[in-house]
């Protein structure tokens, strides 16, 4: 039973920072694409970041470069989102998902990707 398990959320202010943990148990975290994605009231599903095994391989949406970083601890089976520099913009239900695979450079597109967490939320306000 492959599950994934966001934690890290929380109320922050407009320049703090927060991390976000993504839990797999169930599969190989080497053998899989991570993706993050957010979802903001009223506004489509948004990729956020992913990262392949190949090679570590990362990309990043537009909006975040620069102060998010994505990561893997293989050891602990799990993938984070370092989250600097917070923007009331960022605030989203954020879910991590996986995607079998080992290609070169990863993609933000959701329905490529396998299995899905429940979200944990984060909100950035004064």
């Known amino acids: 039973q492959v599950q994934l398990v966001e934690s890290g959320g929380g109320l922050v202010q407009p320049g703090g920072s927060l991390r976000l943990s993504c839990a797999a148990s169930?599969?190989?975290?080497?053998?899989?694409?991570i993706g993050w994605f957010r979802q903001a009231p009223g506004r489509e599903r948004e990729g956020v970041s992913c990262?392949?095994?190949?090679?570590?391989?990362?990309y990043y949406t537009d909006s975040v470069k620069g102060r998010f970083t994505i990561s893997r601890d293989n050891s602990k089976n799990t993938v984070y989102l370092q989250m600097n520099s917070l923007k009331p913009e960022d605030t989203a239900d954020y879910y991590c998902?996986?995607?079998?695979?080992?290609?070169?450079?990863?993609?933000?597109?959701?329905?490529?990707?396998?299995?899905w967490g429940q979200g944990t939320q984060v909100t950035v306000s004064s």
């Open positions: 998902a996986a995607e079998r695979g080992i290609p070169d450079w990863c993609e933000l597109l959701p329905n490529t990707y396998d299995y």
């Open positions: 169930g599969l190989t975290l080497d053998y899989y694409v």
């Open positions: 990262s392949s095994s190949s090679d570590g391989s990362t």
